[in-house]
């Protein structure tokens, strides 16, 4: 497995080693859906308003569109489990997209065939 480049960034909290582990283990689990990952930035901010609600946003860069995704949770790792699934799924449908472009069938080719004195064009 390649080792991901992961960017955290905290506001309003401490990231303590548990909370990094989480992150990384998390992140580097969606490389079975997202094989080609380049990085990812993963931003903490803490508690605020009157919610008092931990919100995560991520961003996964792969070749091509980037992956983003946002959750709030009154946990913070309520809120990485969230936005890791918002990530799966997203990295599904991309996967899915990319194969099937490479499934589809090729246009069929016309081929000419002779009927009654006229060049006829079909399959």
Known sequence: M???PIHITPHG???NARLRNVIER???ALSRVAG???AAEIVLRGKKGAAQLFSVSARISLPGRD???NATHANPYGAINQVVARLARLARKRKTR???AFRRPA???ITP???RGALVFGP
């Open 2 to 4: 390649k080792v991901v």
């Open 13 to 15: 909290l401490q990231l």
């Open 26 to 28: 998390k992140i580097s």
């Open 36 to 38: 080609d990952m380049l």
């Open 67 to 69: 992956l983003q995704g």
């Open 98 to 100: 990319v194969v099937s």
């Open 107 to 109: 246009k069929k080719q």
């Open 113 to 115: 065939r002779f009927g």
